[in-house]
């Protein structure tokens, strides 16, 4: 089975940053995408970031010159840099991984996210 590996979180001032990092590992896969989501009390989980295989990353408006997400292929790793955070980045953030499973179908793979908490 796939093991994902969450880090980074913790808790930071308003204005900080933070780098999140996941890695990926276990039997043998190969990963499609990786993305990062977020999911705060009482609020829906929403997407954050997520990058191709190719390395096209995708952000949600409000995480945009915020958020950047980037990948190291070897490492079987995604990492999210995050600046200029403020208390409404509050929440569990979540690892997603999709890996191929066919020539044209794919599964995902959720880590078991990690805190990250943003005092005013």
């Known amino acids: 089975q796939i093991q994902l590996v969450e880090s980074g979180g913790g808790l930071v001032q308003a204005g900080g940053s933070l780098r999140l990092s996941c890695t990926a590992s276990?039997?043998?896969?190969?990963?499609?995408?990786m993305g990062w989501y977020r999911q705060a009390p009482g609020k829906q989980r929403e997407l954050v970031a997520a990058i191709t295989s190719r390395g096209t990353s995708y952000y949600a408006n409000s995480m945009k010159g915020r958020f950047t997400i980037s990948r190291d292929n070897a490492k079987n790793t995604v990492y999210l840099q995050m600046n200029s955070l403020n208390p409404e980045d509050t929440a569990v953030y979540y690892c997603?991984?999709?890996?191929?499973?066919?020539?044209?179908?794919?599964?995902?793979?959720w880590g078991k996210g990690t805190l990250v908490t943003v005092s005013s």
């Open positions: 997603k991984i999709t890996v191929q499973s066919g020539f044209n179908d794919a599964m995902a793979y």
């Open positions: 276990g039997s043998s896969f190969s990963i499609n995408s």
